[in-house]
Nanobody
């Protein structure tokens, strides 16, 4: 299973970016997909996640600014990031939770850098 994240870049505060994550391979039955981020010197944290039932969860710091969406048929997840702030600067990782052979599995993408200048 591979997760390919893309869409990161360098933007100014207040601008927007859209991240994409494409899953390929035998993922099994996908339970949910999400985005995490890790800033230098900090722990990886949940940014947003969406279950198959379209239930979403957002970090308090991004509520009202970021929107997660999924295309289940294409095994894609997206993160629309609006009104970006310098504190959003981090490496963003795509995450996929699935059930395969009666076991829960977690997969991670390689990360995409988001840098927001003030």
């Amino acid at each position: 299973v591979q997760l390919q994240a893309s869409g990161g870049g360098l933007v100014q505060a207040g601008e927007s970016l859209r991240l994409s994550c494409a899953a390929s391979g035998n993922t099994g039955s996908i339970i949910g997909m999400g985005w995490y981020r890790q800033a230098p010197g900090k722990q990886r944290e949940l940014v947003a996640s969406m279950t198959n039932g379209r239930s979403t969860d957002y970090a308090d710091s991004v509520k009202g600014r970021f929107i997660i969406s999924r295309d289940n048929a294409k095994k894609m997840a997206y993160l629309q990031m609006n009104s970006l702030k310098p504190e959003d600067t981090a490496v963003y990782y795509c995450n996929l939770a699935a059930e395969l052979s009666n076991r829960r599995r977690i997969y991670w993408g390689q990360g995409t850098q988001v840098t927001v200048s003030s």
